[in-house]
């Protein structure tokens, strides 16, 4: 594919001027087949017809674009509610200071030495800065993110909200209201063959607010997904619920805001120290996860949720530093209620009273609770609806994940009822059962995203394969006469 000349907020640095030579010329030479083939479509009133709408605009949402466009899919748009280059949590509610992967992981690059973080880090750095660098900042990830999309010319749409999907048999297509999130923004909607759902971590269900919190007033507690003021936290007795590393690091930066007290609560006897995501980070679980059986498939992901997802060792350093932060192990919240203008939370171990609350206990799948899906949730086959779990191992969260093809695309409940629910491909982090680490995971892109470029590749030709047969039939272009 050719792309366009960068177009920075601000002039590059020399060297990386130089880079982004370099990698047009790479992309120029291994454009092979260059000619476009994807057929176009129109509604019958007319309307042009997407090929690909991609749903969220962060690293999943970007690198899955340019993988279609490397593929001569082009008619394609990214959709994201954030403004330009704030998709994800990097330069919003993600409060650790580093990437928690290590520093020479690849994956958007889509082996392109020349596209890789490294590279771009060292163009304008230097390898000597690379070499001294222990984890990459957060917030340069998210500048290469930013990069990444102009370099590429990938075309996004940002202050947009995808609404539920809408099929038209008679169109063969998706109706998607896509909304301005903007002040006096409106809603059109736009026709497209194929969606991808990159819409993160989160976008197999929510982010998940306990039912013993759910009801205390709003201002009592905070998910750690949302804006906190942290500054008008300073002096404040605070509790947190749970133990993964955006619990930890919520309450590390109340601490740094002069947080008087941080309780910490969580229910296993101990904390994990061991991570399952290292183990998991080679070639065989990357790339083969998704060929084992559904049993074997399961065994190994419940494994890996029964071993507990642990802060790294740097974030539960940055909140052990502070004398008045406080862990509190076998103490899950059995109630809450509201006393005074605070939070009285009750434990195994006894009550606890707090100004306010920050609830760091993940996410929960479910596609139900998905607005995109909305119209279409009741035909879409989850992993309870294929398979049954060993005596001992049932996961309700596990049994919501959706039961996924092997190029991502969601899979119908009863065989002939809605194929269409094929064309839409979740490439988020409810891939997990299905298919491994994949959306909403720099460890699991290397392999995950050319299997998903595949799955939609494959659809578009399949669909027309009675059109490109007949262009078959037709082809006469002679190459000598005899």
Not at 255 to 265: D, K, N, R
Not at 300 to 316: K, N, S, W
């Amino acid at each position: 594919m050719r792309i366009p000349p960068p177009s920075p907020v601000m002039p590059p640095a020399p060297g990386l001027s130089a880079l982004e030579e370099v990698l047009r010329k790479d992309l120029e030479r291994l454009e092979y087949p260059r000619r476009s083939w994807v057929l176009p479509r129109h509604t019958r009133a007319g309307q042009s017809v997407l090929d690909v709408l991609v749903i969220g605009g962060g690293q999943s949402g970007l690198a899955a674009a340019f993988g279609l466009m490397r593929e001569r899919v082009t008619n394609l748009l990214v959709v994201d509610d954030c403004a330009q280059d704030l998709a994800g949590p990097w330069k919003t509610f993600a409060r650790m200071h580093t990437l928690r992967t290590p520093k020479y992981l690849t994956g958007p690059d889509q082996n392109l030495p020349n596209l890789c973080f490294q590279t771009w880090y060292e163009a304008q750095h230097g390898e000597a800065a690379w070499a001294a660098l222990e984890r990459v900042p957060k917030e340069l990830w998210a500048d290469y993110l930013g990069w990444y999309r102009r370099t590429l010319g990938i075309p996004v749409r940002c202050h947009t909200r995808a609404g539920a999907l809408s099929w038209s048999a008679e169109d063969a297509c998706f109706l998607v209201p896509l909304t301005d999130t903007r002040p006096g923004g409106g809603t059109e909607v736009v026709f497209t063959r194929k969606v991808v759902l990159a819409t993160g971590i989160d976008g197999s269900g929510r982010w998940e607010v306990p039912a013993v919190v759910a009801d205390l007033p709003r201002e009592l507690y905070a998910q750690t997904r949302e804006d906190i003021d942290f500054e008008a936290l300073r002096g404040k007795r605070l509790g947190v619920l749970g133990a993964g590393a955006s619990a930890f690091d919520n309450a590390s930066v109340a601490l740094e805001h002069g947080a008087g007290e941080v309780h910490l609560f969580y229910r296993r006897k101990s904390l994990p120290t061991v991570n399952p995501y290292r183990w998991a980070e080679f070639v065989g679980f990357l790339k083969h996860h998704a060929d084992l059986s559904d049993a074997d498939r399961w065994r190994f992901i419940h494994r890996i949720i029964e071993m507990g997802q642990l802060p790294p060792a740097d974030t539960f350093r940055r909140a052990r530093a502070h004398p008045q932060f406080h862990l509190h192990a076998e103490s899950p919240w059995l109630g809450a209620e509201a006393v005074g203008g605070q939070a009285r939370v009750t434990t195994p171990h006894g009550t606890f009273t707090f100004d306010k609350l920050i609830v760091g206990s993940g996410t929960v799948t479910d596609l139900s609770l998905r607005p995109e899906l909305a119209n279409v949730f009741g035909d879409i086959a989850l992993w309870r609806d294929r398979f049954t779990p060993p005596a001992g191992q049932s996961h309700a969260d596990l049994l919501r994940h959706p039961y996924l093809g092997p190029g991502f695309e969601l899979q119908e409940k009863q065989p002939g009822r809605a194929p269409h629910v094929s064309s839409i491909f979740n490439y988020t982090f409810g891939c997990l059962l299905s298919l491994g680490f994949g959306g909403a995971s720099i460890s699991g892109m290397k392999y995950s995203l050319p299997k998903l470029v595949a799955g939609v590749t494959k659809q578009l030709y399949l669909d027309d394969r009675e059109a490109y047969f007949d262009s078959l039939l037709r082809y006469d272009e002679k190459e000598f006469e005899p």
